[in-house]
């Protein structure tokens, strides 16, 4: 019959002529999965992780992390550190921009008090306030009448200041150890003045953007990927193995398995494995684990029954058991016996944070059980119960499940509900307040404690539960004002005491992010701030 | 006909009309807005984001302004992308949805009406067997469950080709079948059950009666009459394509209209929701209306409303 024999030669010739084609053009870049569309590459408008992989391949802040985790000079040749700590003089080494403009540390106070500056929107703001002068600018009201006036006259007191073209002084509020690190995040990157004043949309699009890192952007296919070369102006291009780097955008988490697993994806980004795969993917050694620092934890509203009262926090907080929840439930993570998770510095650096801390939470089911019959539920009985909000995925929703039945198990409390709510509906109800428990985690900015016990300050925008403490909120004050380090470190533990005594929230674990990438390639390095820098990372013949 | 086609031009933008509307109450009816994310953004930012993008107005207001730009075809910026407008995000996803839709429509045909053809005039024995199973199966099966199954086969299995994402002809392969799965089976039941009803006519027994050869009777009388019930579903066929496109594209990561709607609905991006709505919409009007005039061109026994002999 004609009319079959000219589909089956149709279709014959449509597959000759795919795997013709599809052999011709072999890519020959290194495709990494960054898991989203960037909404904007604009280092002083980004928010997101997604934003934050790709940023992080394209610029150069005045430092960097090397292959031993170590800061060490990027912009910045060389600095010098007052000895109180509050001011930092960086010298600039002779770099350029991708268009060939030199970079001067005039781009550096323009990059910065643009960040700064509340008419530029900048989510990430808050991460300069250690910047002497940044907090009064950041929070002046756009909409006030003489707002230009008041705005002029706060950037005459911002602590930043280009002495020569190529030097920073940098004004601290106060010492702040991790300041350095700090400029390494995206935040702190360096865009080209003359560029980004005269054309609003210079980072709309590869043509007009222009940045300093070891790959330049050369495409952006909306939707689809990033397409990213050695950068031949960058100043420490002998380093850059790498040629060319495809940042694709895939946001199923099974299909960037399947295209891992079948050749076509080099790097994954790993947050989306969906769970089951984690498990399977660990046995056939697939996966490896980033030192990421994040914890997990269930906020409470301390200020609705039934977590208005400290005794039921309490009780709930030591009457779960932590082992098996983080090695079953979530598969990889660690028991969390306090708040801050480890792998950060206490005073002396050579010991973690949370190892001199030691462990604030005692699991002690009879002592829970008393604290609630103070409460006035003795055996559970009449407890109002409550709901937990969490966001649709499968972790999640077994982790609320296990600690809905621990406590059934041990307090006898069986009237609480789980409730499954889309992300963007959980964040409106968090802001507003609508909530009695909620499933939380907390991912570090920068490697320092405060990071995380920021968090609960009072005026803390992150305080959905608005649980607050005077006394936590002194010590927090002192940790970021103080000079003496010792005098920082005790406060900040002393104030994670007080978090826990109150339970303030209910942490459980660390939560460890799965990462897969091709075993040829080295050299990528994973930070514990969940960045992953391709600069010295090539393929292994 | 020209009285015709005006009739459903203004039909049409009446539906367009009351289908954006829908949609934009509906889309600010879900609760959480565009700019809540789960690192919340401090108070001041989202009051001015709110404010640049008009979304702190009533809703009403919201509506009469987004009604006087889209009639200027202007279906305004990307909430969540800064970089695009919803008109540019149209204008590069379109192409990549129509080229796997059409693809997807031409196999479904062109496998289908044959495919059916056979199976009608064998009936009951083992190719119309075959084919009865065959199309069960691929219309119950969700055209998720297909898009997986195949790319566990063919691309994890088998590594015949790509698992996922555009650009390259062979990445289009998979999707391509995954969206045939069910029109195909729609068309080749279709046919099968109107070719029996046409080879049952009397103007077949007539023709065979007049000693004519098999073949011509078949291809010649028969065929014609019995791909006429196809054009008439040309129209819903269209549309199952359109909306199987959503998850076949989240699937294998394309960059196509389905995706943007869905990432759009789930970002509370709520220019892109209309965008692509309204856009779809007046893609399946169009598409609609073209079917109809087909078939009565096709068809002398059809006559188009208000065509009738005075």
């Given at each position: 019959?004609?009319?079959?024999?000219?589909?089956?030669?149709?279709?014959?010739?449509?597959?000759?002529?795919?795997?013709?084609?599809?052999?011709?053009?072999?890519?020959?870049?290194?495709?990494?999965?960054?898991?989203?569309?960037?909404?904007?590459?604009?280092?002083?408008?980004?928010?997101?992780?997604?934003?934050?992989?790709?940023?992080?391949?394209?610029?150069?802040?005045?430092?960097?992390?090397?292959?031993?985790?170590?800061?060490?000079?990027?912009?910045?040749?060389?600095?010098?550190?007052?000895?109180?700590?509050?001011?930092?003089?960086?010298?600039?080494?002779?770099?350029?921009?991708?268009?060939?403009?030199?970079?001067?540390?005039?781009?550096?106070?323009?990059?910065?008090?643009?960040?700064?500056?509340?008419?530029?929107?900048?989510?990430?703001?808050?991460?300069?306030?250690?910047?002497?002068?940044?907090?009064?600018?950041?929070?002046?009201?756009?909409?006030?009448?003489?707002?230009?006036?008041?705005?002029?006259?706060?950037?005459?007191?911002?602590?930043?200041?280009?002495?020569?073209?190529?030097?920073?002084?940098?004004?601290?509020?106060?010492?702040?150890?991790?300041?350095?690190?700090?400029?390494?995040?995206?935040?702190?990157?360096?865009?080209?003045?003359?560029?980004?004043?005269?054309?609003?949309?210079?980072?709309?699009?590869?043509?007009?953007?222009?940045?300093?890192?070891?790959?330049?952007?050369?495409?952006?296919?909306?939707?689809?990927?990033?397409?990213?070369?050695?950068?031949?102006?960058?100043?420490?291009?002998?380093?850059?193995?790498?040629?060319?780097?495809?940042?694709?955008?895939?946001?199923?988490?099974?299909?960037?398995?399947?295209?891992?697993?079948?050749?076509?994806?080099?790097?994954?980004?790993?947050?989306?494995?969906?769970?089951?795969?984690?498990?399977?993917?660990?046995?056939?050694?697939?996966?490896?684990?980033?030192?990421?620092?994040?914890?997990?934890?269930?906020?409470?509203?301390?200020?609705?029954?039934?977590?208005?009262?400290?005794?039921?926090?309490?009780?709930?907080?030591?009457?779960?058991?932590?082992?098996?929840?983080?090695?079953?439930?979530?598969?990889?993570?660690?028991?969390?016996?306090?708040?801050?998770?480890?792998?950060?510095?206490?005073?002396?650096?050579?010991?973690?944070?949370?190892?001199?801390?030691?462990?604030?939470?005692?699991?002690?089911?009879?002592?829970?059980?008393?604290?609630?019959?103070?409460?006035?539920?003795?055996?559970?009985?009449?407890?109002?119960?409550?709901?937990?909000?969490?966001?649709?995925?499968?972790?999640?929703?077994?982790?609320?499940?296990?600690?809905?039945?621990?406590?059934?198990?041990?307090?006898?409390?069986?009237?609480?509900?789980?409730?499954?709510?889309?992300?963007?509906?959980?964040?409106?109800?968090?802001?507003?307040?609508d909530f009695q428990m909620t499933s939380q985690g907390w991912a570090g900015d920068y490697l320092?404690?405060?990071?995380?016990?920021?968090?609960?300050?009072?005026?803390?925008?992150?305080?959905?539960?608005?649980?607050?403490?005077?006394?936590?909120?002194?010590?927090?004050?002192?940790?970021?004002?103080?000079?003496?380090?010792?005098?920082?470190?005790?406060?900040?533990?002393?104030?994670?005491?007080?978090?826990?005594?109150?339970?303030?929230?209910?942490?459980?674990?660390?939560?460890?992010?799965?990462?897969?990438?091709?075993?040829?390639?080295?050299?990528?390095?994973?930070?514990?701030?969940?960045?992953?820098?391709?600069?010295?990372?090539?393929?292994?013949? | 006909?020209?009285?015709?086609?005006?009739?459903?031009?203004?039909?049409?933008?009446?539906?367009?009309?009351?289908?954006?509307?829908?949609?934009?109450?509906?889309?600010?009816?879900?609760?959480?807005?565009?700019?809540?994310?789960?690192?919340?953004?401090?108070?001041?930012?989202?009051?001015?984001?709110?404010?640049?993008?008009?979304?702190?107005?009533?809703v009403t207001q919201q509506y009469v302004q987004y009604m006087k730009d889209l009639l200027?075809?202007?279906?305004?910026?990307?909430?969540?992308?800064?970089?695009?407008?919803?008109?540019?995000?149209?204008?590069?996803?379109?192409?990549?949805?129509?080229?796997?839709?059409?693809?997807?429509?031409?196999?479904?045909?062109?496998?289908?009406?044959?495919?059916?053809?056979?199976?009608?005039?064998?009936?009951?024995?083992?190719?119309?067997?075959?084919?009865?199973?065959?199309?069960?199966?691929?219309?119950?099966?969700?055209?998720?469950?297909?898009?997986?199954?195949?790319?566990?086969?063919?691309?994890?299995?088998?590594?015949?080709?790509?698992?996922?994402?555009?650009?390259?002809?062979?990445?289009?392969?998979?999707?391509?079948?995954?969206?045939?799965?069910?029109?195909?089976?729609?068309?080749?039941?279709?046919?099968?059950?109107?070719?029996?009803?046409?080879?049952?006519?009397?103007?077949?027994?007539?023709?065979?009666?007049?000693?004519?050869?098999?073949?011509?009777?078949?291809?010649?009388?028969?065929?014609?009459?019995?791909?006429?019930?196809?054009?008439?579903?040309?129209?819903?066929?269209?549309?199952?394509?359109?909306?199987?496109?959503?998850?076949?594209?989240?699937?294998?990561?394309?960059?196509?209209?389905?995706?943007?709607?869905?990432?759009?609905?789930?970002?509370?991006?709520?220019?892109?929701?209309?965008?692509?709505?309204?856009?779809?919409?007046?893609?399946?009007?169009?598409?609609?209306?073209?079917?109809?005039?087909?078939?009565?061109?096709?068809?002398?026994?059809?006559?188009?409303?208000?065509?009738?002999?005075?």
């Amino acid at each position: 019959m004609n009319i079959k024999k000219m589909v089956i030669l149709f279709i014959a010739l449509t597959l000759v002529a795919s795997f013709g084609f599809s052999a011709a053009c072999k890519e020959k870049a290194i495709t990494f999965n960054i898991g989203g569309d960037p909404s904007t590459i604009d280092p002083a408008k980004t928010s997101t992780v997604n934003e934050g992989a790709a940023l992080v391949q394209i610029f150069d802040g005045l430092v960097r992390r090397n292959p031993e985790g170590e800061l060490t000079p990027a912009i910045a040749e060389s600095w010098e550190v007052s000895p109180d700590g509050t001011v930092y003089t960086f010298k600039l080494r002779d770099a350029k921009f991708t268009n060939g403009d030199t970079i001067t540390a005039e781009d550096f106070v323009y990059s910065w008090t643009r960040v700064i500056d509340p008419r530029t929107g900048s989510p990430y703001g808050y991460l300069m306030t250690y910047i002497k002068g940044a907090n009064a600018l950041n929070s002046i009201d756009i909409s006030s009448a003489d707002a230009e006036a008041q705005i002029a006259d706060a950037m005459k007191n911002l602590g930043v200041e280009a002495i020569d073209d190529k030097t920073l002084k940098v004004t601290l509020v106060a010492p702040a150890p991790y300041f350095l690190g700090l400029t390494a995040f995206p935040t702190y990157y360096p865009v080209n003045k003359k560029v980004v004043e005269s054309n609003d949309g210079w980072a709309d699009s590869a043509d007009t953007y222009v940045s300093n890192g070891p790959f330049k952007l050369v495409d952006w296919k909306h939707g689809q990927k990033l397409s990213l070369v050695k950068n031949d102006q960058y100043w420490d291009k002998e380093n850059v193995k790498l040629d060319k780097i495809d940042l694709l955008i895939i946001e199923q988490g099974s299909t960037e398995v399947t295209m891992f697993e079948t050749g076509q994806l080099d790097i994954v980004w790993g947050w989306d494995i969906p769970i089951t795969e984690v498990q399977r993917l660990k046995k056939e050694g697939k996966v490896g684990f980033t030192n990421q620092i994040q914890n997990r934890y269930q906020a409470l509203n301390s200020k609705k029954p039934p977590f208005d009262d400290p005794r039921i926090r309490k009780a709930l907080l030591i009457s779960i058991s932590r082992e098996p929840i983080a090695t079953n439930v979530m598969g990889n993570s660690v028991p969390l016996y306090a708040y801050v998770p480890k792998g950060l510095v206490d005073a002396d650096p050579s010991k973690d944070f949370r190892d001199v801390g030691g462990n604030l939470i005692e699991e002690n089911i009879e002592e829970a059980k008393r604290l609630l019959a103070e409460a006035g539920y003795p055996n559970g009985e009449g407890f109002p119960g409550f709901e937990i909000l969490y966001t649709t995925n499968e972790k999640n929703k077994a982790i609320v499940e296990a600690l809905a039945g621990m406590w059934s198990k041990n307090l006898n409390i069986n009237n609480i509900t789980l409730k499954n709510v889309e992300g963007r509906i959980r964040s409106q109800l968090r802001r507003a307040g609508d909530f009695q428990m909620t499933s939380q985690g907390w991912a570090g900015d920068y490697l320092d404690p405060l990071t995380f016990l920021e968090i609960f300050l009072s005026d803390s925008g992150q305080n959905d539960g608005k649980w607050s403490n005077a006394e936590y909120d002194r010590l927090i004050k002192v940790a970021q004002t103080t000079f003496d380090r010792e005098e920082r470190y005790e406060s900040m533990h002393a104030a994670e005491k007080i978090l826990m005594d109150e339970a303030g929230c209910i942490p459980f674990s660390t939560e460890e992010v799965p990462y897969m990438q091709n075993p040829k390639l080295k050299g990528i390095l994973r930070n514990a701030l969940a960045q992953t820098d391709l600069k010295w990372a090539y393929l292994e013949d | 006909m020209i009285k015709y086609i005006f009739k459903r031009f203004i039909l049409g933008i009446i539906v367009l009309w009351v289908v954006a509307s829908l949609t934009f109450f509906l889309a600010h009816a879900i609760p959480g807005g565009p700019f809540d994310f789960e690192k919340q953004l401090p108070e001041e930012i989202l009051n001015n984001l709110n404010a640049k993008y008009n979304l702190d107005k009533p809703v009403t207001q919201q509506y009469v302004q987004y009604m006087k730009d889209l009639l200027r075809g202007d279906f305004g910026p990307s909430f969540r992308y800064s970089t695009e407008t919803v008109n540019e995000i149209i204008a590069r996803a379109f192409p990549v949805s129509a080229t796997i839709g059409v693809l997807a429509l031409t196999l479904a045909i062109m496998l289908g009406i044959p495919a059916g053809i056979i199976a009608a005039l064998k009936q009951n024995k083992w190719q119309d067997d075959i084919t009865m199973v065959a199309t069960t199966l691929l219309i119950s099966v969700p055209n998720f469950v297909l898009a997986t199954l195949l790319m566990y086969v063919f691309a994890y299995k088998l590594r015949l080709v790509p698992a996922a994402l555009w650009g390259m002809p062979s990445q289009a392969i998979l999707p391509t079948i995954a969206l045939t799965g069910y029109p195909l089976a729609y068309i080749t039941k279709l046919t099968r059950s109107s070719t029996l009803e046409v080879m049952g006519q009397d103007y077949i027994r007539t023709a065979k009666a007049k000693g004519m050869p098999s073949r011509i009777v078949i291809y010649v009388h028969a065929i014609k009459n019995s791909i006429l019930p196809i054009i008439t579903i040309l129209g819903p066929i269209f549309t199952s394509i359109l909306m199987g496109s959503l998850v076949v594209e989240k699937i294998f990561a394309i960059p196509g209209l389905g995706q943007h709607l869905i990432s759009g609905i789930l970002n509370r991006d709520y220019t892109v929701i209309m965008g692509i709505t309204i856009f779809y919409s007046f893609i399946l009007i169009i598409s609609l209306l073209i079917v109809d005039i087909a078939y009565v061109i096709v068809d002398p026994r059809i006559k188009l409303e208000g065509d009738a002999k005075r």
